[in-house]
């Protein structure tokens, strides 16, 4: 049974900043937080030069004390691979970076992504956006209503897709405006947001920012993007339980990154506790090849393999689907898993 956490109402907002603002940037405080002597990843910290380092404590407080390969640990650490140039890994792995309006791509047919904020709570060390020219993509007002026009003079869009950086980085005062301007256009159905940010800080779940979506005319739908079972903790099990009841979607999408999650028991484990949290597994995302990397790379034929031993121990609604998102293409590509018999 989740432990029964009470929620502070009223000063949630300023909490999920000030965690914000107190997130570790440098991996020597860090890995004197997690009692983790510091010397043998010395060489490695210079990665930062590439990729600033950010990790919010609420995430920190969720690695073991102690142990320097900790799955979560693993994915914040800046090490001496980031500096590996390696053939095929590069700095626009999904041809992102020329858009169709600055913060707005129209890489699907139906879907439109937004680029709310270009910041993150949390800087990954395989985020596939690591170079992503976010300058470039910081609409202004008037930026902001060309983005709009352009949805709206689009009906073949019924869905918007919020993301980043992290869309949930915007206020909740911010979003009201968006969310309001997304509303009034008829052809919308959906709003969807794709975040981090409440895996690594669960107050960003604000009681407001539901009540926003909750309201909305549009379905709401919230993915997640948690990669091991240890990110689901009972806090924030118990706080997406009252968005769940509020009627938004809850969905996952993983990343298969090696030594983090690429063993079959770990997948299992997350997909049952995501569906213990009300969320359901969505999609299992082979890495993009984005340059810096490459050491998190799993080889198509071990992911096969696991996707194999998932199917034979999860219901199959409890296995996410293997995927490969390719540049230019209309949709994520399932990868065949070779599974089907030969028939005499």
Known sequence: MLAIIPLKQGNLHINWQKELGQ?????????GYLKIDAAPWQAGFAARRLFPMRVPRPFADKMVKGDAQDPLLRQVLPLGEEF?????????????????????????????????RGG?????????RRHFPYAENSPDQAGWQAALAYITTHPEINEVILSGGDPLMAKDNHLARLFEELAAIPHLKRLR???????????????????????????????LHINHANELDDELSQRLNSWRQAGITLLNQSVLLAGVNDDADTLCELSERLFSAGI???????????????????????????????????????????????????????IDLGLEPTLS
């Open 23 to 31: 997130a570790f940037t440098s991996p020597e405080q860090l890995l």
């Open 84 to 116: 590996a140039e390696v053939p095929g890994f590069v700095t626009d792995p999904l041809d992102e970076h020329d858009s169709a309006l600055p913060g707005l791509l129209h890489k699907y047919r139906s879907r439109v992504l937004l680029v709310v």
């Open 120 to 128: 993150c709570a949390i800087n990954c060390r395989y985020c596939f």
């Open 193 to 223: 947001i794709h975040t981090r940010l409440p895996v690594v800080i669960p107050a960003r779940l604000t009681d407001e920012l539901r009540e926003l979506l909750s309201t909305s005319r549009l379905q709401a739908v919230m993915v």
């Open 280 to 334: 359901l597994p969505y999609y299992l995302h082979q890495l993009d090849k984005v340059a810096g990397a490459a050491h998190f790379a799993v080889e198509d034929t071990k992911a096969k393999a696991l996707m194999a031993e998932l199917l034979a121990q999860l219901p199959g609604f409890l296995v996410p689907k293997l995927v490969r998102e390719i540049g230019g293409e209309a949709n994520k590509t399932p």
